[in-house]
């Protein structure tokens, strides 16, 4: 379990849910046009659920400190594999004019440059390559912090809005 690496205390962020809501009509008004993206989009949030990387809020009292991701989808009908990827944006601005991503701690590099991976590649008869694209969600973030990572959904365009 981590928590998340904050530089501010996060009741300094203000209210972000209008704006998640925002994004989440805009996104449906999409998701309307192509049917394909809204089946893709509906099985990611109940895969979601199902793999427990995320929780229906059942509490109706609002935290006192909450912040709402929108999201969105890239949806790319050339791609085999995965043809949707969800983007969860925490840049994205609340009320008081910050973001999730402003008032976290900034990483360094920790990733090296091209070059001397693909040298160490090609420096071996074998190599092992293995898939990661779903490791940054196996990451439990502390109950605590929760709250700061909500989002909004609906499964249909005229159904009631959850958390």
């Known amino acids: 379990m981590v928590q998340l690496p904050l530089k501010k205390d996060p009741e300094c ?4 849910k209008t704006s ?15 049917p394909e993206l ?6 990611f949030i109940q895969e979601y659920e199902a793999l427990g990387h995320i ?11 909450s912040y709402y991701l929108p999201h969105h989808g890239i949806f790319k ?10 983007v969860f944006n925490a840049s994205a601005l609340s009320s008081n004019g910050l973001s999730l991503n402003g008032i976290q701690m900034n990483g360094g590099l920790t990733q090296e440059d091209l070059f001397s991976i693909m040298l160490r ?6 190599v092992f390559s293995a898939d990661n694209r779903k490791m940054y969600r196996m990451i439990l973030v502390d109950a605590q912090q929760r709250d700061l990572q909500r989002i909004v959904w609906k499964n249909g365009e005229n159904d009631i809005v959850k958390t």
């Open 121 to 126: 590649f090609r420096k071996h008869k074998f």
């Open 77 to 86: 009908t050339d791609k085999t594999s995965t043809k949707l990827r969800v």
């Open 13 to 16: 962020l203000g209210e972000s």
């Open 55 to 65: 929780e229906l809020v059942t509490d109706n009292n609002e935290p006192s400190t």
């Open 38 to 43: 809204l089946s893709l989009y509906r099985y």
């Open 20 to 34: 998640a809501l925002g994004s989440l009509d805009s996104l449906w008004r999409r998701l309307s046009k192509i």
